[in-house]
């Protein structure tokens, strides 16, 4: 008889929580997700209308669960290609139902459940039946993690005997997901902060090129253009953070020079102030620039490349010496003498106010003459004026490096070491390093021996007689350096190495 009472009220127990849970179905459905009170301890009895245990509540809410999932169609056998469940996955039907489970799991407050949230848990299905299309080939730890994660983000909704069980591998699964998400936004900010990189660099060749004003600006308006897109692109995905390290980057790119010339000071600076005095080759670059420009200016119509160039030269090297915006207008016609005179003047004043006092007459006396020959030769004039600006940066360059070498050659490692670890954080460089991989592991199989355990504990005398072996290797390579992927804790190097 106690049997059978007991048998009976477990029946009716059962019953009466299955139509329970299919009442709490029917209205959880017709709820609006975002009307959720993590606070309303009351709710199992306000969903139904009627009193619920806890048993029941706990089956309700697990038995809606498996009907969201079922009605999203995310589980679905028949979703087998991956372009099919990507169009599942952004359904808005597909999307509601996401945050109708996140509801019922109680795993978000209010602000919590957003479609953000959503798409986070829509992932699990996309990594655990497509991870081939999403994972990495390689596949290293962090990519392991997530896969098992997802896998068992999926095996506790469809499976899993409590809520708990579920909400633990949510917790789980959008850590994990967060930490892989922000590593592939990392990558992505990385690549972004090279082509901003990239792009500055091709504005400083473009400016080299010393084109004429129109191409010039054409030019920078899509550069500018880029770069815009780029930093905005960078704060959608990191936020201001990542955009002061990309202007950063951009800033430090526009410093290359400098910072070659410190490695130059460093490593020879005799050297360096031979090379600048040594003007032979600039001379005949000169002298060829010049019969261009005669024969240019005697064609009809006239051409005017030759004179943007030389303009653009000019201005350069005096902005160069002076850090001053240098205002130069460009020569639009030959018979504009007075133009013309005014270029020569404006230059010349430039010029004396970098000199030392004592070269003003040489100056006044060298003006006055071009000022009367340029209506007849303003050829002539013209590369008399930029073999002048020349000069004056080839003085103040080597007078800078004569007084700033003793400073560089004590604290110039220092420097260069500052600089190569700002530019791995700032992505300038990939902090993976593949090239210096690459070239230090061809050069392996030509050393006699090799003290692995001494290299692989950092050993100095290890790792110093190994690297010297590898530059060695770089010198008496027959192939050209320059056509090999350049190291990059070489690429200051390029130069030296390819001349010796």
Same mark, same amino acid.
């Given at each position: 008889?106690?049997?059978?009472?007991?048998?009976?009220?477990?029946?009716?127990?059962?019953?009466?929580?299955?139509?329970?849970?299919?009442?709490?179905?029917?209205?959880?459905?017709?709820?609006?997700?975002?009307?959720?009170?993590?606070?309303?301890?009351?709710?199992?009895?306000?969903?139904?209308?009627?009193?619920?245990?806890?048993?029941?509540?706990?089956?309700?809410?697990?038995?809606?669960?498996?009907?969201?999932?079922?009605?999203?169609?995310?589980?679905?056998?028949?979703?087998?290609?991956?372009?099919?469940?990507?169009?599942?996955?952004?359904?808005?039907?597909?999307?509601?139902?996401?945050?109708?489970? +996140?509801?019922?799991?109680?795993?978000?407050?209010?602000?919590?459940?957003?479609? #953000? *949230?959503?798409?986070? &848990?829509? /992932? %699990?299905?996309?990594?655990?039946?497509?991870?081939?299309?999403?994972?990495?080939?390689?596949?290293?730890?962090?990519?392991?993690?997530?896969?098992?994660?997802?896998?068992?983000?999926?095996?506790?909704?469809?499976?899993?005997?409590?809520?708990?069980?579920?909400?633990?591998?949510?917790?789980?699964?959008?850590?994990?997901?967060?930490?892989?998400?922000?590593?592939?936004?990392?990558?992505?900010?990385?690549?972004?902060?090279?082509?901003?990189?990239?792009?500055?660099?091709?504005?400083?060749?473009?400016?080299?090129?010393?084109?004429?004003?129109?191409?010039?600006?054409?030019?920078?308006?899509?550069?500018?253009?880029? +770069?815009?897109?780029?930093?905005?692109?960078?704060?959608?995905?990191?936020?201001? #953070? *990542?955009?002061?390290? &990309?202007? /950063? %980057?951009?800033?430090?790119?526009?410093?290359?020079?400098?910072?070659?010339?410190?490695?130059?000071?460093?490593?020879?600076?005799?050297?360096?102030?031979?090379?600048?005095?040594?003007?032979?080759?600039?001379?005949?670059?000169?002298?060829?620039?010049?019969?261009?420009?005669?024969?240019?200016?005697?064609?009809?119509?006239?051409?005017?490349?030759?004179?943007?160039?030389?303009?653009?030269?000019?201005?350069?090297?005096?902005?160069?010496?002076?850090?001053?915006?240098?205002?130069?207008?460009?020569?639009?016609?030959?018979?504009?003498?007075?133009?013309?005179?005014?270029?020569?003047?404006?230059?010349?004043?430039?010029?004396?106010?970098?000199?030392?006092?004592?070269?003003?007459?040489?100056?006044?006396?060298?003006?006055?003459?071009? &000022?009367?020959?340029?209506?007849?030769?303003?050829?002539?004039?013209?590369?008399?004026?930029?073999?002048?600006?020349?000069?004056?940066?080839?003085?103040?360059?080597?007078?800078?490096?004569?007084?700033?070498?003793?400073?560089?050659?004590?604290?110039?490692?220092?420097?260069?070491?500052?600089?190569?670890?700002?530019?791995?954080?700032?992505?300038?460089?990939?902090?993976?390093?593949?090239?210096?991989?690459?070239?230090?592991?061809?050069?392996?199989?030509?050393?006699?021996?090799?003290?692995?355990?001494?290299?692989?504990?950092?050993?100095?005398?290890?790792?110093?007689?190994?690297?010297?072996?590898?530059?060695?290797?770089?010198?008496?390579?027959?192939?050209?350096?320059?056509?090999?992927?350049?190291?990059?804790?070489?690429?200051?190097?390029?130069?030296?190495?390819?001349?010796?």
């Amino acid at each position: 008889m106690l049997e059978g009472n007991s048998s009976g009220g477990s029946v009716n127990n059962e019953e009466n929580a299955s139509r329970t849970a299919c009442k709490a179905q029917r209205k959880l459905f017709s709820d609006p997700p975002a009307v959720v009170s993590a606070d309303d301890s009351n709710r199992d009895a306000d969903i139904t209308g009627e009193p619920m245990d806890a048993e029941g509540a706990e089956f309700a809410r697990l038995a809606a669960v498996r009907i969201f999932l079922n009605s999203s169609g995310v589980g679905s056998r028949t979703v087998q290609e991956f372009d099919h469940m990507t169009t599942t996955l952004r359904s808005k039907k597909t999307i509601l139902n996401a945050l109708r489970t +996140l509801r019922v799991l109680e795993c978000k407050n209010d602000d919590g459940i957003t479609p #953000a *949230a959503a798409r986070v &848990l829509l /992932s %699990a299905f996309m990594v655990s039946r497509f991870s081939e299309h999403v994972l990495d080939p390689r596949r290293d730890a962090l990519d392991m993690n997530v896969l098992r994660c997802s896998r068992w983000m999926i095996c506790a909704l469809y499976h899993g005997k409590t809520l708990d069980s579920i909400r633990r591998a949510w917790t789980v699964w959008s850590a994990c997901f967060t930490e892989w998400k922000s590593r592939d936004a990392e990558k992505i900010i990385r690549a972004m902060i090279q082509d901003a990189v990239a792009t500055e660099a091709l504005r400083d060749s473009i400016i080299a090129k010393h084109m004429s004003e129109e191409e010039y600006q054409q030019w920078n308006v899509e550069l500018d253009g880029k +770069l815009q897109k780029i930093q905005e692109a960078v704060k959608r995905i990191g936020g201001d #953070a *990542a955009v002061a390290r &990309l202007q /950063s %980057a951009v800033s430090g790119a526009k410093l290359s020079l400098n910072e070659g010339l410190v490695h130059e000071m460093m490593l020879d600076v005799n050297g360096l102030v031979e090379k600048l005095d040594n003007g032979k080759s600039r001379e005949r670059e000169f002298q060829e620039l010049e019969r261009t420009l005669r024969d240019e200016l005697g064609s009809q119509p006239t051409l005017f490349a030759s004179m943007r160039k030389i303009e653009g030269e000019i201005k350069n090297d005096l902005e160069t010496i002076s850090g001053q915006v240098v205002n130069i207008e460009p020569i639009r016609s030959i018979h504009d003498i007075d133009k013309l005179q005014q270029l020569v003047r404006e230059a010349s004043a430039y010029i004396k106010t970098l000199h030392e006092p004592i070269e003003d007459s040489n100056i006044d006396m060298w003006l006055s003459g071009a &000022l009367e020959e340029i209506a007849f030769n303003p050829a002539t004039v013209v590369m008399g004026l930029r073999r002048k600006v020349f000069q004056l940066r080839q003085r103040v360059s080597k007078a800078n490096i004569l007084a700033l070498a003793p400073t560089i050659q004590i604290n110039g490692v220092q420097y260069e070491s500052s600089r190569f670890q700002e530019k791995l954080k700032n992505g300038e460089i990939d902090p993976e390093l593949p090239n210096t991989k690459q070239w230090l592991a061809s050069c392996i199989p030509s050393m006699s021996s090799i003290d692995e355990q001494g290299i692989r504990r950092g050993k100095h005398s290890s790792c110093e007689r190994f690297l010297k072996h590898c530059i060695v290797e770089v010198v008496d390579s027959s192939d050209s350096f320059a056509l090999s992927p350049v190291p990059e804790v070489l690429r200051l190097d390029v130069e030296r190495v390819s001349l010796s």
